[in-house]
């Protein structure tokens, strides 16, 4: 089974940072692209950045330059660095994992960035 838990939200100045885990439960770690979503008030949850096994990155428009996606396979783990936080960041952030074509998400972590 499948099990995300992500970690590291918070509330932050505009300009701040702020560095979002992510820890999966299983095996498929290691061989499994994971994504980071958001979910802004009132908005559709949008892709934010992803990670493929072998390390390669993409990233949304709105955050290239700002953020960066790292794991470690060691700990079953990924980030999201974000930097020169703004407010329209403001959102619950989400990881997700795409087993056999299910998606499996984590509960997510409220950022809020203050103006």
């Known amino acids: 089974q499948v099990q995300l838990v992500e970690s590291g939200g918070g509330l932050v100045q505009a300009g701040g940072s702020l560095r979002l885990s992510c820890v999966a439960s299983?095996?498929?770690?290691?061989?499994?692209?994971m994504d980071w979503h958001r979910q802004a008030p009132g908005k559709q949850r949008e892709l934010v950045a992803s990670v493929t096994s072998g390390g390669s990155t993409n990233y949304a428009d709105s955050v290239k330059g700002r953020f960066t996606m790292s794991r470690d396979n060691a700990q079953n783990t990924v980030y999201l660095q974000m930097n020169s936080l703004k407010p329209e960041d403001t959102a619950v952030y989400y990881c997700?994992?795409?087993?056999?074509?299910?998606?499996?998400w984590g509960q997510g972590t409220q950022v809020t960035v203050s103006s």
């Open positions: 299983g095996s498929f770690f290691s061989r499994n692209t």
């Open positions: 997700k994992a795409t087993r056999f074509g299910r998606d499996y």
